[in-house]
T-cell receptor, first 113, second 112 residues
Framework: DAGVIQSPRHEVTEMGQEVTLRCKPI?????LFWYRQTMMRGLELLIY????????DSGMPEDRFSAKMPNASFSTLKIQPSEPRDSAVYFC???????????FGPGTRLLVL | KNQVEQSPQSLIILEGKNCTLQ??????????LRWYKQDTGRGPVSLTI?????NTKSNGRYTATLDADTKQSSLHITASQLSDSASYIC???????????FGAGTRLTVKP
């Protein structure tokens, strides 16, 4: 299995632009998580899905952030409009069940200028 | 105040030595505690998951302990190797939902 796949690996954009991050979870995993990691705040859970349905989005910082999971093999995290403070590494992870081991992707390093 | 406190913030040890990382939490009600290893520039990798009833869990040279009464966990690394250099993150989950609280991590450097 290729593991969790994220794209792009790096993204540099200008403030105000729309950014879309993509994730392909491990096949058969029913849970998908989006995280953000910064030096200041560490690792933060943004949102997670169960069987493609968003369960808890309380970690999403504000309305500029949105996430979708149109099918079991694909999810997107969108930031519109992006701001410099959104610069971070965004991880996607998947697991079989909520309390089981989560497998992380390599992350997308986002820089908003 | 963070509900999960890790110590030390950073640690430098010589190759071959043992070390212990600490995680204290106030999260309640408790569901499980996870230790992750994160290499620089990579995603976190799960080392152990422990529930309330588990006191010890090992994964190779990594041994995690949990004292649910005192709300403390430790991660012991035996015979450290250069490849153990990484950040180690403690994550505590809340019972009945998937709410998670993250520690800030301990940055371990193993020197030859």
């Amino acid at each position: 299995d290729a593991g969790v796949i994220q794209s792009p690996r790096h993204e540099v954009t200008e403030m105000g632009q729309e950014v879309t991050l993509r994730c392909k979870p491990i096949s058969g995993h029913d849970y998908l998580f989006w995280y953000r990691q910064t030096m200041m705040r560490g690792l933060e859970l943004l949102i997670y899905f169960n069987n493609n349905v968003p369960i808890d989005d309380s970690g999403m910082p504000e309305d500029r952030f949105s996430a979708k999971m149109p099918n079991a093999s694909f999810s997107t995290l969108k930031i519109q409009p992006s701001e410099p403070r959104d610069s971070a590494v965004y991880f996607c992870a998947s697991s079989l069940w909520a309390k089981e081991t989560q497998y992380f992707g390599p992350g997308t390093r986002l820089l908003v200028l | 105040k963070n509900q999960v406190e890790q110590s030390p913030q950073s640690l430098i040890i010589l190759e071959g030595k043992n070390c212990t990382l600490q995680c204290n939490y106030t999260v309640s009600p408790f569901s499980n505690l996870r230790w992750y290893k994160q290499d620089t520039g990579r995603g976190p990798v799960s080392l152990t998951i422990m529930t309330f009833s588990e006191n010890t869990k090992s994964n190779g040279r990594y041994t995690a302990t949990l004292d649910a009464d005192t709300k403390q966990s430790s991660l012991h690394i035996t015979a450290s190797q250069l490849s153990d250099s990484a950040s180690y993150i403690c994550v505590v989950s809340v019972k009945n939902n998937n709410d998670m609280r993250f520690g800030a991590g301990t940055r371990l450097t193993v020197k030859p």
